[in-house]
Structure formats: structure tokens, C-alpha cells
């Protein structure tokens, strides 16, 4: 505990910058995936008002439902335009100013919201949502990476996971604020929809406070001043030689490296098994059966014959036990580290399904099982956000350089968006065929990467970026005795993540 305080005390201005890039970064990709349902009667009723004012007849069922999917759909589009172009902007602009500009989106996105109805313009809520989805696309990728770089290594653990805290505070705050106590009503839909703006101001206000990070400045700016003037103001006062030093060694050896486009890092050899560990990390983060878990929960807290208005209050109970199990993972990531947290939370995952499987299964047997699918759920969720919601993200960033990460999460982006894109689409189609036996594909699916994670990927905790390189250069290199230095280039470093 005395560590602690001191520690919240020499790095007070870490913990609030990483606060402020929080609120504006992964907090709203989180609040607009709960948000969205909660005004849909609305905004159909909405759309079909102003249609038949400008006609004179009204829509049909078929096309209010096809319009609604596009609102709900373009949000997932403007999030993949987004993060595949911020790889680029965000080494030729450099992230602090991506992220200020980001803002801007999101102010203009909420303004386009909030005046939509006084407007009498559904085309407002598309282009509004479009926009909303460009700026998230661009802060959920640079935000992970920003709270990796600025961090010292023995609480880079500790503010990787805090991306996941902030994405399910975002999400329990939807729910909350959508309530129809809150601003979940016929008339303030709108503001609903438009809250981010409150955050994008917040962020636009104190970002410019903070510096950009310390390895930015000294390996890609070579500004050596504001680089020591960086660590003073994040991490205080104090001996920091070794983690200096670290960084020096690692521009030192980016020195003879240049950085690489995107599909020259999906053909590279030196990060294949960076991208594999990636890859699966990503994937099972999307396809572990979390949305499943929350599509089924409105159906078990009503067979266990919970009244119809307390079931949104039972949902915002799930949403509450993702965001404390996400706070638990930041506290325990550096005590266990990275690689137990997920293939133990993989391995946790199915046991829960393989018994919720059961229990739905047999709920209309037994009138009594439908208690211990509540308890399942809630089990399952607290499982996600201790192990692979905060460890997943701490893994991708710990495992790129600083010259490689910038197209790396622009894959991760790719990854993330077309996951919700798809699983969208063909979800419902599981549930409708399969019902509960849906879970059989997703433990199938963290089964697969739980032993893959237990066996190929290194402890990133404690190390650095030069440490974590040469342990996967011993997969990426494993039939050669010398591990040869790929892309190697004497004149200076080129930064370009171009496709």
C-alpha cells in the first residue's frame, strides 16, 4: 500500500494524463457500442415523421428497418476508415495532434446529432454517425499506443489495462445515461446521441497540457530536451537512468531500421510471430462470445421471471461487473503478469460456457436452472475483464517497436472493426439456428488460443522492447543460429505506414 501512495504521488502526471487521454480515447468507443439501442423506437418514429412531411405517405416497416440498420451500421464503416488511416497520420503528424483533431470530428459529429430532430434531418444522424465512427477509429488506436509509450515499465501493465477500464466505463455510462430517467426520452435522444461532444471538449481543453510521448520525442524527433523534459513532468522526480536507458538502446537499434508500410510488416520475418500472437489476440478478444453473453442475458433475466422494467437495471449490473473485473485486471497484470492473465481468462471463458450451454439448455426442464444461468453470466463477464479485456492490449503494444506499432495497429484496427462488422451480420443468424449451442463455436475459439498464448507467446511483463524482441526472435529465427537484422538500413530512419 505505501508503494502505492508513493507511487500515485512521483507519477501523479502519468495517472492524469493518462486519465484525460481515457476519457477522450477509448470512453466513447465503449458508450456509442451501448448507447445505440436505447433511442432506436425513437429515432425510427423519427424517420418516418420527417419522411412523411417532405411526401406526404408514409415508409414502409421494411425501409424504416433498412434505414435504422444503416445508422447502426455506418458507425462500424467510419470506425474502419479511421483506423486504417491513422497509422500513417499519426507518424507524420504525431499522435497528440491526431488526437486534438480527433476532437474536432467528435465536436462535429455531436453537433450534427444533437440538431438533427430541430432539423427535421435523418441524413443528420448518418453523417453524424459517420463522423463519430471516423473519430473513434482514429482515438481507439492511438490511445493504446499513447498510454504504452509514457509509461515506465513497472506500471506499463497497469495503464495498458486502464484502455479497457476506460472502453467498459464507457459502456456503463451509456447505459446509465440512456435510461429514460436520464436522457433515454422521446425528447432528449438527441443530447443522447451527441454526449461524446461533452468529452471530445474535455480532452480538446487539457490534452495540450501534456507532452507527446517520451519516446516519440527522442527516437522519432531526436529532441533530446523536451525528451528529458518529458519524463520530468510524467514521472516526476527520481532515478530514471535504466528506463532511459532502455529507450536510448532502443532508438539505438531502430537506427539501423527503417520503419515499414503496412503490408511490408505483414511480409517481414522478423515480426511474423508478433503478428501471429497479434492476430489471435484480436480475433478471440472479438469472437470470445462477450456479445453473445449480453444478447442472452434480456433473455435469461426474463425466463428467471424478473419484471420487464428491471431487466435494463439487470443489464446495467453486467455492464458494472465488466467495468469493476477490468479495474481488478489493471491491479493485477503486473503481479501475474500478462500471458497467465489471458490464457487463464481463455481457459476460465469455457469452462462458464460449456456450463451455460448446459443450463439454457435444460432451463425449460428445470425451473430452477435458469438462477445458475444469471450466476454464469455475471461469472463469465468478471472472467473477460480480469484476463483478456485489459491483457490483450497491454500485449499488442508491448510487442511492437516504436517504429513498427503505428502499422501494427492499423491491423489491429482492421481487425476490430471488420470483427464488428461481421459478427453483426452473421450473429443472429447463429443464434437463430444454433441457440444456445452458439457457444460451442466460441469455446472452440478460446480453447485454440489458450493453448497457442500458453505456448508461443514470451512474458512481456518487466521487459523491454529489446528484451521482447529477442525473445520472439527466437521463434521468428528458430532453424538459424544468428537472428540477421531484417530491413536494415544505415541512412536515417523513414517513418511511413502507408498501404
Known amino acids: 500500500m505505501g508503494s502505492f501512495r508513493s507511487d500515485l504521488i512521483q507519477y501523479r502526471g502519468l495517472f492524469q494524463m493518462v486519465l484525460v487521454l481515457g476519457i477522450g480515447g477509448s470512453f466513447p468507443y465503449g458508450f456509442h457500442i451501448s448507447v445505440i439501442n436505447y433511442p432506436s423506437s425513437y429515432i425510427k418514429t423519427f424517420i418516418n415523421e420527417t419522411w412523411m412531411e417532405r411526401h406526404g405517405s408514409p415508409l414502409s416497416q421494411e425501409t424504416i428497418l433498412l434505414m435504422w440498420s444503416f445508422i447502426v451500421s455506418i458507425y462500424g464503416l467510419g470506425g474502419l476508415l479511421g483506423s486504417v488511416c491513422c497509422g500513417y497520420l499519426t507518424t507524420k503528424y504525431r499522435k497528440k495532434k491526431c488526437q486534438m483533431f480527433t476532437n474536432l470530428i467528435m465536436l462535429v459529429a455531436a453537433m450534427f446529432m444533437a440538431f438533427s430532430k430541430m432539423a427535421k434531418s435523418f441524413e443528420m444522424i448518418f453523417l453524424g454517425r459517420l463522423l463519430c465512427g471516423i473519430g473513434i477509429g482514429f482515438s481507439f488506436n492511438i490511445h493504446p499506443q499513447y498510454v504504452g509509450e509514457i509509461s515506465p515499465k513497472k506500471l506499463r501493465g497497469f495503464t495498458n489495462a486502464t484502455v479497457a477500464v476506460f472502453l467498459t466505463l464507457g459502456k456503463v455510462s451509456g447505459q446509465i445515461v440512456g435510461l429514460r430517467e436520464m436522457l433515454g426520452s422521446e425528447s432528449l435522444w438527441p443530447l443522447l446521441l451527441a454526449f461524446t461532444g461533452f468529452t ?175 450466476i454464469l453470466i455475471f461469472l463469465f463477464v468478471l472472467f473477460y475483464g480480469i484476463g483478456p479485456s485489459g491483457a490483450t492490449i497491454s500485449v499488442m503494444v508491448e ?101
Not at 218 to 238: D, S
Not at 257 to 284: C, H, P
Not at 461 to 468: A, C, F, T
Request: contains cysteine; hydrophobic residues 50%.
Open 399 to 499: 510487442i511492437f517497436s516504436q517504429a513498427f506499432r503505428p502499422s501494427a495497429f492499423v491491423i489491429v484496427g482492421f481487425i476490430n472493426w471488420m470483427g464488428l462488422f461481421l459478427l453483426g451480420m452473421t450473429f443472429p443468424i447463429f443464434v437463430e439456428y444454433l441457440g444456445p449451442f452458439c457457444f460451442l463455436i466460441f469455446m472452440g475459439i478460446l480453447a485454440v488460443s489458450g493453448v497457442f498464448i500458453y505456448l508461443f507467446l514470451p512474458e512481456t511483463k518487466g521487459k523491454s522492447i529489446v528484451e521482447i524482441t529477442q525473445a520472439f526472435d527466437k521463434l521468428n529465427y528458430s532453424k538459424k543460429k544468428v537472428f540477421p537484422a531484417e530491413n536494415s538500413s544505415p541512412n536515417a530512419t523513414v517513418f511511413c505506414t502507408r498501404l
Open 200 to 374: 471530445a471538449v474535455i480532452q480538446l481543453i487539457i490534452l495540450p497540457c501534456f507532452p507527446d510521448s517520451p519516446p516519440y520525442l527522442l527516437i522519432q524527433k531526436g529532441n533530446e530536451e523536451a525528451f528529458k523534459k518529458a519524463i520530468k513532468q510524467l514521472w516526476g522526480e527520481g532515478d530514471h537512468h535504466a528506463e532511459i536507458e532502455d529507450i536510448k538502446q532502443e532508438k539505438a537499434t531502430m537506427a539501423s531500421s527503417k520503419s515499414l508500410r503496412v503490408l511490408e510488416v505483414l511480409k517481414t520475418q522478423s515480426l511474423r510471430w508478433q503478428l501471429y500472437v497479434m492476430i489471435t489476440v484480436m480475433t478471440t478478444l472479438q469472437l470470445c462470445g462477450i456479445n453473445a453473453i449480453y444478447f442472452y442475458s434480456f433473455e435469461v433475466f426474463r425466463t428467471a421471471k424478473f419484471e420487464e422494467a428491471l431487466i435494463p437495471y439487470l443489464s446495467l449490473g453486467v455492464g458494472l461487473c465488466e467495468c469493476i473485473s477490468s479495474i481488478l485486471c489493471s491491479s493485477l497484470i503486473e503481479r501475474f503478469g500478462r500471458k497467465v492473465l489471458l490464457w487463464g481468462g481463455y481457459a476460465m471463458m469455457v469452462l462458464v460456457l460449456a456450463l451455460l450451454t448446459l443450463t439454457l439448455s435444460l432451463q425449460h426442464r428445470f425451473i430452477w436452472m435458469h438462477n445458475f444461468s444469471v
